[in-house]
């Protein structure tokens, strides 16, 4: 029977289908179950359809059966307060989440959340540069806490990021403007954990504002990042620790920035820099540095666990490699005495050893392991890092002239590197490696690899770094044949490059 009424069909008898309801079902008194759709159960002992659970049957009884159960609008604490008076079987059906993050969107408007939204996005990202994807989660929850300075500060400091990142100083003046205002308020208070934490970050910001558009009468950003130094040094004597300082990706975000900070302080050479500005956080947390310990740690090749995590695309430089470099920096300056000390060329030269045996080392991994096993975008950076480094010690304090083949066959590899569609791509690799980019095929790779970067990330982010590799190869071709000193080089060309901008600000022909 195709049609009739639900009551009818139950009956078994023909309908005459009357609207609102049939005369078969107003003779005989019944209520007219009408004919829209209705959900249909199978009947005990039904042979065409069979019933999937006996309503006596014990709903945990069979283990099996449990994998398939779902929760609608089910939450874990609703788990949790039903979880001591049962057996415990649901608890496990149940992933138990990290806690939600509380965002208070009122505190933001339509522009501004526009703002935050690029400011998540991974494809606007430089690796090394910006927070790892983690940390980026934990710093949008800061900033949508609460209305208090230090939020303000750190809401006002992506703000003012994004914004520059997307229409330029002049748009994103203003949320600056407001993001130091608020953490000069918010450092006047009583210093708890919470206001640490958000104090570290903003300046942490406002630090990567001042790299991406580096003011012209002085390093600023070393003010911002001098002060996420000296807030972590208060945090320990007051034995209030930010809660950042103890997340591992924040501690390796800001150790890769002081680290870097550090190169551009001794080569740049501003006048009368903060004496902390040379001090690392490591040293203010009270762990180690890596020029005071008698052994450097080996890094292993094949070992996936100790580099530096970035963001969801992979990371930077491994944490032994990053220890290496920081010896460097730490060791070499442009006014260093040429006749090294033996114990200090010693310690360098063990240095170099164990950046070519990584490189070695790495070789062979990725040699050994079969397709499936080896991740290149895992080792890539650190492998950039370490090839860079041997460059800046060997042309910085080992006196490599640039022409030996060894040199030679150490650059080779570093362009072949820079050819990797899948490296991170981080500033100070790839101006070291313009600076041996003496044959006009690798200076077009260089600007091809910085076209890759400001297509990925925006043209406005590296426009310091293009400046200085341009000045670099300038500085080489008005040198050739003459031979120079590395550390020389390398200071005129930061040096002379920020004297130009400055008198360019103060409309001055060259």
């Known amino acids: 029977m195709a049609a009739g009424c639900w009551t009818c069909k139950d009956r078994k008898v023909r309908c005459d289908l009357r609207q609102p309801s049939c005369a078969n079902c107003a003779r005989s008194k019944r209520k007219c179950a009408g004919y829209g759709m209705r959900l249909s159960w199978p009947r005990p002992n039904d042979r065409r359809r069979s019933m999937v659970h006996e309503p006596g049957q014990r709903l945990g009884a069979n283990p099996e059966s449990e994998k398939a159960l779902h929760f609608i609008n089910m939450y874990t604490w609703h788990v949790a307060m039903y979880g001591p008076s049962s057996d415990g079987s649901y608890s496990k059906l149940v992933a138990r989440p990290p806690g939600p993050l509380v965002y208070s969107l009122s505190l ?13 996005q991974t494809d606007t990202q430089i690796p090394g540069a910006d927070p790892p994807r983690p940390l980026m989660q934990m710093i949008l929850q800061m900033a949508l806490a609460d209305s208090t300075p230090s939020s303000k500060a750190v809401l006002q400091g992506v703000l003012a990021l994004s914004s520059l990142r997307l229409s330029g100083n002049s748009a994103a003046f203003a949320h600056k403007t407001k993001a130091i205002s608020a953490l000069a308020r918010s450092l ?13 970050v903003a300046s942490m910001l406002l630090y990567l504002y001042e790299t ?22 208060s945090s320990g004597t007051e034995k209030t620790t930010s809660r950042c300082m103890e997340y591992g990706p924040f501690f390796n975000w800001l150790h890769y920035h002081e680290i870097m900070g550090h190169f551009s302080l001794v080569w740049w050479a501003p006048p009368d820099p903060p004496p902390i500005c040379f001090v690392d956080a490591a040293t203010l947390l ?13 890094p292993d090749a094949a070992s996936d666990t100790t580099l530096l995590p970035q963001n969801d695309e992979g990371p930077v430089c491994s944490l032994e490699i990053l220890d290496i470099i920081s010896l460097l920096f730490h060791s070499i300056s442009p006014d260093m005495d040429p006749a090294i000390a033996c114990k200090k060329r010693q310690r360098l030269l063990e240095a170099e050893n164990t950046l070519r045996k990584y490189l070695s080392e790495y070789s062979s991994t990725k040699s050994t392991k079969s397709a499936t096993e080896y991740r290149p975008r895992l080792n890539t950076s650190t492998l950039l890092h370490t090839v860079a480094a041997l ?15 060894a040199h030679e066959v150490l650059v080779k590899r570093g362009l072949d590197i820079l050819k990797t569609i899948d490296v991170s791509y981080t500033p100070w690799p790839v101006f070291i490696m313009a600076c041996e980019a003496q044959r006009d095929s690798a200076r077009l790779l260089i600007l091809d690899v910085m076209a890759r970067i400001e297509e990925h990330t925006g043209s406005r982010r590296l426009t310091l770094l293009r400046h200085l590799i341009e000045a670099a190869w300038n500085y080489q071709d008005l040198n050739q044949g003459r031979g120079s000193d590395y550390r020389a080089m390398l200071h005129a060309i930061i040096v002379q490059w920020k004297r130009h901008q400055q008198l360019k600000r103060h409309g001055i022909p060259q």
């Not at 009270?286 to 080996?298: A, D």
């Open 108 to 120: 933001i408007n339509r522009d501004e959340s526009m703002l935050l939204d690029y400011y998540m």
């Open 391 to 405: 460059i800046f010690l060997n042309r910085a304090a080992l006196d490599y002239s640039g022409e030996e083949a």
């Open 212 to 233: 991406t558009h580096p003011s012209l009468t002085g390093p600023s950003w070393a003010i911002y990042l001098c002060g996420v130094k000296k807030i972590a040094k």
């Open 286 to 298: 009270g762990l180690p540095r890596i020029e005071e310990t008698s052994t450097l740690r080996q």
């Open 188 to 200: 006047s208070l009583d210093k708890t954990r919470e206001l640490t934490s958000k104090t570290v």
